[in-house]
């Protein structure tokens, strides 16, 4: 496959770069509107107040870093395992294309039933690409084992 599986990945690590400049121009523009007083950071729940109107761009920045880190995981194991097939590689477009639909959402229209939708379907090609690795791996060592004992007997 060579390395067909590191593109989608270059695209979903451009998603989270979009998502932290998006989030930092939507806060810089909140502050220069809403000038901080001190007691605006004094505490974690102050800072989360002043932060309210503009948190969505934040909320989907801290989502891409919960579930996508295990595709960011995946992603290594199938290269150094050389099981990244075209089945992969499809679903790891798909997963990204899911992820950005879902950043889209979650930071524009604000859909909660579409964006949960979204959610759940990005977790469930994620799974996926989980259970074809391990079913893949599984049959890789059947093989290996098999090719190991017959070397062994002679």
């Given at each position: 496959?060579?390395?067909?599986?590191?593109?989608?990945?270059?695209?979903?690590?451009?998603?989270?770069?979009?998502?932290?400049?998006?989030?930092?121009?939507?806060?810089?523009?909140?502050?220069?509107?809403?000038?901080?007083?001190?007691?605006?950071?004094?505490?974690?729940?102050?800072?989360?107040?002043?932060?309210?109107?503009?948190?969505m761009?934040?909320?989907?920045?801290?989502?891409?870093?919960?579930?996508?880190?295990l595709?960011?995981?995946?992603?290594?194991?199938?290269?150094?395992?050389?099981?990244?097939?075209?089945?992969?590689?499809?679903?790891?477009w798909?997963?990204?294309?899911?992820?950005?639909?879902?950043?889209?959402?979650?930071?524009?229209?604000k859909?909660?039933?579409?964006?949960?939708?979204?959610f759940?379907?990005?977790?469930?090609?994620?799974?996926?690409?989980?259970?074809?690795?391990?079913?893949?791996?599984?049959?890789?060592?059947?093989?290996?084992?098999?090719?190991?004992?017959?070397?062994?007997?002679?």
């Open positions: 496959m060579g390395m067909a599986i590191l593109w989608p990945t270059i695209v979903l690590a451009g998603l989270a770069f979009i998502v932290f400049l998006t989030m930092f121009v939507t806060r810089a523009r909140h502050i220069r509107a809403n000038p901080p007083g001190r007691e605006t950071f004094a505490s974690g729940d102050a800072a989360m107040r002043y932060f309210a109107p503009v948190e761009p934040a909320n989907n920045y801290r989502n891409l870093f919960e579930m996508p880190v595709y960011f995981a995946l992603v290594p194991l199938l290269l150094i395992t050389n099981l990244d097939n075209h089945i992969q590689v499809v679903l790891a798909i997963y990204v294309a899911i992820r950005i639909a879902h950043s889209f959402v979650h930071i524009g229209p859909k909660v039933p579409v964006r949960a939708m979204l759940v379907a990005s977790g469930v090609v994620l799974m996926a690409m989980w259970i074809g690795f391990a079913i893949d791996l599984a049959s890789a060592q059947v093989v290996f084992d098999r090719a190991t004992d017959a070397v062994a007997r002679g």
